[in-house]
């Protein structure tokens, strides 16, 4: 339990909370009715917090560059990465509740620092609405705040406190704000604080997250709708979003500008740099109003009707339209590579060390230039930002599906039952199907000391992980590997497929295939050689 806020609990923070906005993303998206029905604040929200733990891995990435960053530098840090990924009317907001933190959290991480950063936090989210709504994350935030001014102990109960007074204040923001109270749900921006708050709680205290928020008795969800909306009867029919490089004094004019204009204004950052969102009807006067204050960049508009209309028809139109089909699979080893490669898939490389994000999966989508595409994770880390970038990419007219498979050899089982001139629901079930009759299991060598499900492990050992989880810890690749085949053939199987990574020793494929052979003398082996660094063997039972 920590008594003083670190750089390394920042950083901490900002990979539990991506995780967490990750589960909670599609529920978010759901809870979205104010102020657009248009379900995306939790994929807004993650992408947010996406960008915020990219700058701040950004700062640890090379330990050879000099020491590594302290609290001020990483909580800055933070505080950008959020300000230029912030999407959306709350996730600008929660950029500015971060940035609000980070001034007070660079200054020292006691826990009295943590009580007067959540309340500057509330306050500059506050003073970024230009017409602050109650029944919001605004809400969530003070409260939070309040209650953890109030609370004594250290820092793990002040971070506690906060979390628990978010849930209690998310609970009521249907009694504060009546659309929500129409739709049944708690506000989804709240939902998404009450989040980030849970992430905090847990770098501090490194407890277990609490739990799914329960909502209180009158408070349904299953009116909610996931798809989008367009906007009611006089809501304005375009967001416009930017980043603005202006100085401080050009900021209220263009507020009082942009207000004239629209509604839902959100005005977050500082020291030169803004991130500018609104809701209009005049597109165009919103950037010239950007222009006459200083440099807008970044600049997206979208109109709420078409959106909605490109999500509803998607699907018939992939009916209509000529197929193009791609399949993208993400693995790592050129040797992986090469096999999808020939059975037809589009790939991108992965750094095992650094999983892509939401952004490289969808420009590694838009580069294979497809509007069907079928994209295979292979690693069940990736499903999250997956998620996100396949929101995005069908409000640009894609058609996609994302097959969320834990393993290589499930990718390549998904591979090969592929067939381009089959309807794309067809293709996508018998992919899924040939995926999902895949166990997969992986042999592994420790780095380090470590507890696992099968018991304490020293650097040097073998690892046998079946489905994702250790199973067996041994001296030896081949008697692991002997033994982790003898548990996967106990459940039949007619294929086994081994993926090798690079340095193996040599003869090690030919034990393995002929101790299977001894144990199931129908089954058939095939042998790949990977060149994956991320695991010595992949195994795959079909």
Known sequence: MLHTLDAPAVRSWCQLALRALGQAREEIDALNVYPVPDGDTGTNLYLTVESAAAEV??????PAAGPPPGLAETVRAMARGALIGARGNSGVILAQWLRGTAETLAEGGGADQLRAALQ???DSAYQAVAEPVEGTLLTVARVAAREAVRAGGGLAQVADTAHRAARDALRHTPEQLAVLAEAGVVDAGGRGLVAVLGALADAVAGHQPMGPVALRGDVRVERCETHLRPPGPGHPAFEVIYLLDAPDDALPALRETLGGLGDSLVVGGGDG??????HVDDAGAAVEAGVRAGRPHQIRITHFAEAAARSGTAADRGEREERTRAVLS????????????QSGAVVLHADPDRPPASAELAAAVRRAGAREVVLLLNDPELRAAAGAAADQLREEGVRIAVLPTRSPVQGLAALAVHEAGRRFDEDVVAMTSAAGATR???LAV???????MAGVCQAGDVLGLIDGDVALIGADLAGVGSSVLDRMLGAGGELVTLVLGGGVPDGLAETLVAHARHRRPEVDAVVFHGGQESAAVLIGVE
């Open 330 to 341: 993400v693995v790592s080893g050129t040797g992986l590579a090469e096999l999808c490669e």
């Open 120 to 122: 500057r936090a509330a």
């Open 273 to 278: 740099l803004w991130n500018v969102h609104v």
């Open 57 to 62: 891995e950004s700062r640890f990435a090379d």
């Open 440 to 442: 997969y299991a992986e």
């Open 446 to 452: 420790a780095e380090g000391e470590s507890w696992t």
